[in-house]
């Protein structure tokens, strides 16, 4: 079953419009870790935010915040007033802290084109 | 600031032959990791290494596969008899460690292998 699920393959945008990248997960553990990163064109892996399962708020960093919906299972990453340089690839990625789990679980990616 | 780096950018190699991916992880990190990502696919995550031994690997890191850091400051992925599904793009990573469990993994911008 699929741990990390990104159900938009592509979308458009309008620059400076809002954007939501869906992710829901699936876990039993009770403590995890939500990560989002961004890989642009030339290939590299950015990382963009952090949420903790136990993390009263939603992480915000800068023009990213995630909307992390628990009960829902899902991490939603919203970037704000969309640049042209956020075309890009977007990866919701998933830790669970068990049994000295350090790997990520990434899910398939969005990717996202910003048009002007 | 602190980077990952990896070398080479982009390997080609024939089937059957050895290859050598390099990595540097940031200075001050405990724990290193090898991702690959098949083009137009997700991440998937290879090994992790801490205290000069694999913490943890996946099915994907068969025989084939291993790791060594032969000195203080590189992390290598060896993969002895490469194979045209070993073609893609390699992630080394690195974290540090965190009281909180927490952490973020600091990728480098990859390495291309096309195995012809």
């Known amino acids: 079953a699929q741990k990390i699920t990104q ?76 640049q042209l340089g956020d075309s890009a690839m977007y990866f919701c990625a998933m830790r669970e802290f068990t049994d000295s789990n350090y790997q990520l679980i990434w899910g398939a990616g969005t990717k996202l084109i910003i048009k002007p | 600031e602190p980077e990952v780096t990896q070398t080479p ?14 990595c540097v992880p940031i200075s001050n990190h405990l724990y290193f990791y090898w991702y690959r990502q098949i083009l137009g696919q997700k991440v998937e995550f290879l090994v992790s290494f801490y205290n000069n031994e694999i913490s943890e690997k996946s ?34 990573a690195s974290s540090e460690v965190k009281q909180r469990t927490y952490y973020e993994q600091y990728f480098g911008p990859g390495t291309r292998l096309t195995v012809t």
Not at chain 2, 60 to 72: A, K, L, N, T, Y
């Open chain 1, 7 to 82: 159900t938009q393959p592509g979308m458009f945008v309008q620059e400076k419009e809002a954007v939501t990248l869906d992710c829901t997960y699936d876990t039993s553990d009770p403590s995890y870790g939500l990560f989002w990163y961004k890989q642009p064109s030339s290939g590299e892996m950015i990382f963009l935010i952090y949420q903790g399962s136990y993390d009263q708020q939603n992480a915000t960093e800068g023009r990213y915040s995630l909307n992390f919906q628990k009960a829902r299972k899902s991490a939603n990453l919203v970037i704000s007033a969309s």
């Open chain 2, 9 to 22: 950018s982009h390997q080609v190699t024939q089937m059957g032959q050895e290859v050598i991916l390099r």
């Open chain 2, 59 to 92: 099915e994907i890191f068969d025989d084939q596969f291993s790791v060594e850091r032969p000195d203080g400051s590189n992390f290598t992925l060896k993969i002895r008899s490469t194979k045209l599904e070993d073609s893609a793009m390699y992630f080394c």
